[in-house]
């Protein structure tokens, strides 16, 4: 619902902004606070009581109300369009069309627990941090942090490390992604002959990086991956340096992060060159060692993903945006004669006039069939050009349990590479394991987050069920053996028990930008932030040809203080 009957809502002053953005969500917080540095006047508002949108981290009662909502959510009775007069309200323009917003549900086929610990779980509501859209981390030298140093988005935020990563075997063990010489060489997993072709192969990419990075005269062209090589198959590539299928699986999907089974081209749908498997190895290994309380290549933020929307919005009102929440935007104001973006309206009623606007993508506009075209508005300004496209579907799930994974670890990243589970199972199944020490559940249990690409809903979902059954143990009431006896496969550790969980499917959109009216991507499918990023900068400068955050001496400030990370 747009509007709380019997609401109070504020007056907005001013009434007219260079930019309104709706919703907050990383990709919508990150242009308001881009464009609040390069000096617009930006209002940005959300309909939630909260900051994040799909990217926020809620209590488990405010996950569980929100998913609620989404299964629930009612058809609208909202008018899809009317014509009313220009006036001095609208600046003394001439008439303009209101285009009312529609709700828009991202999630279905949303199955939440009714597992006998529920209750005393749910007691405990507000010491979790739930993330709508995990499994989500960032590499230590990856794009966005960079941004969040550059900005002093970085003050805002802080980080822990995630302890380690591990990939499930044919055998159904579960191996150690090395993560440093030293880690290959301890590794027990692995033969001298396997710790030997990994070295080799590391050393293989190291030196290619690091040609490419100098560009010097008389460089070793031989060091150098050769260009037909790196346009092909990164698969192709690394049967070409005989690696072993195991070695070959962790860096194609525990590295690399790809998504489908790279060993059936003719099946998969985004076969990695070796330049991107390069560039992704180039980052892991340039993230190992960047911030000194950093263990691995990854990071997480404490409290939950939520809070680095929040960290742009804080810089964005510093430099003088406008923060409403609690305030829905009900419909779009586009000039009749042209079909231009004139504004907004409120909840409240009141008219908030501006030239750009930037829209989350759980609101839309009318289907084409139920609009009717309002007088010399364009045809192209009645099909709804703020609908994004779907492009897939994700399936995710997010569980509390009591205990852990690894029992050493608290903070842990699995992966389950394509047809690891079964032959069905056409993607990587990614398991994110997030502990109490990073202000996301109460001490004693873990919370995991699942996430696997799917095109069919019912697979999908199985491919998760399967990760959670090779991870955890049932409920108690399911399980009458004691859970202590039962061992994972080759660590003999526990099995911990499933306390809480829920799985669901997102829909994935691309962002469009239909003349003023922008509208944002959905959560991806990726376990990083990175594309999020790419797309938001190239709103940006879709919107304003500006530079995306220029750099600041307080850079190079804030990077020498990478303790605090």
């Excluded at 907005?12 to 242009?31: A, K």
């Excluded at 090395?178 to 590794?187: L, V």
């Excluded at 070695?247 to 489908?260: G, P, T």
């Excluded at 190895?281 to 997480?300: E, K, V």
């Amino acid at each position: 619902m747009f509007e709380e009957e019997n609401a109070i809502y504020p007056s907005i002053d001013p009434s007219v902004f260079d930019l309104v953005v709706v919703g907050t969500g990383l990709p919508e917080s990150i242009i308001a606070a881009a464009a609040s540095v390069a000096g617009k006047s930006v209002l940005h508002v959300d309909s939630n009581s909260f900051y994040g949108g799909q990217f926020s981290s809620l209590s488990l009662n405010e996950s569980t109300s929100f998913l609620h909502a989404q299964k629930t959510q009612p058809e609208t009775t909202l008018p899809h369009s009317s014509v009313v007069n220009g006036s001095s309200d609208v600046d003394g323009d001439s008439d303009y069309v209101i285009f009312n917003l529609q709700p828009k549900s991202l999630y279905s086929e949303i199955e939440l627990s009714s597992l006998p610990e529920e209750e005393s779980v749910k007691a405990c509501s507000r010491k979790f941090n739930l993330d709508l859209s995990g499994p989500r981390v960032m590499f230590c030298a990856d794009s966005v942090v960079n941004l969040l140093l550059n900005s002093g988005g970085i003050h805002h935020v802080e980080f822990k490390s995630i302890d380690g990563s591990f990939i499930y075997g044919a055998n159904g063990d579960f191996s150690a992604v090395p993560d440093s010489r030293s880690a290959i060489f301890k590794d027990r997993s692995l033969g001298l002959t396997e710790k030997n072709q990994l070295m080799r192969f590391f050393k293989l990419v190291q030196a290619h990086i690091g040609e490419s990075i100098e560009h010097a005269e008389g460089s070793d062209e031989s060091r150098r991956i050769k260009d037909e090589d790196l346009e092909s198959p990164f698969i192709e590539f690394l049967n070409k340096q005989r690696l072993p299928t195991k070695i070959k699986s962790m860096i194609l999907y525990a590295i690399a992060m790809a998504d489908y089974d790279q060993e059936k081209p003719e099946l998969c749908k985004n076969l990695l060159k070796t330049k991107d498997g390069i560039e992704s190895l180039a980052l892991f290994h340039s993230s190992i060692g960047r911030f000194t309380n950093a263990l691995g290549a990854m990071i997480y933020p404490i409290y939950g993903q939520g809070e680095l929307p929040q960290a742009f919005c804080r810089c964005a009102a510093v430099k003088g945006a406008l923060y409403v929440l609690r305030m829905p935007v009900t419909a779009l104001l586009l000039s009749k004669e042209n079909g231009d973006c004139k504004g907004v309206r409120l909840a409240s009623g009141q008219e908030i006039l501006s030239q750009h606007l930037v829209i989350n993508p759980s609101v839309t506009g009318p289907s084409p069939p139920l609009l009717p075209r309002a007088p010399n508005l364009p045809e192209e300004c009645s099909e709804s050009d703020d609908k994004g496209e779907v492009i897939g579907k994700v399936a995710r799930g997010i569980c509390i349990i009591r205990g852990s994974i690894k029992s050493e670890l608290s903070n842990l990243l699995v992966i389950f590479p394509p047809r690891s589970l079964c032959s069905e199972q056409v993607s990587s199944i990614r398991v994110l394991q997030l502990g109490s020490g990073l202000s996301v559940c109460p001490s004693g249990m873990s919370v995991l987050y699942l996430s696997t690409l799917c095109d069919d809903v019912i697979q999908g979902k199985k491919s998760l069920h399967s990760a959670m059954n090779a991870l955890v143990a049932p409920p108690l009431s399911e399980n009458p053996v004691d859970t202590s006896s039962i061992r994972s496969e080759n660590a003999g550790d526990a099995k911990p028990t499933l306390l809480w969980n829920t799985t669901f499917i997102q829909e994935l959109e691309k962002a469009s930008s239909g003349g003023a009216i922008t509208s944002c991507p959905t959560p991806d499918g990726n376990l990083d932030y990175r594309n999020i990023l790419e797309s938001s900068e190239k709103l940006f400068h879709q919107i304003y040809q500006e530079e995306f955050f220029p750099k600041t001496s307080a850079f190079e400030k804030i990077d020498d203080d990478d303790d605090e990370t």
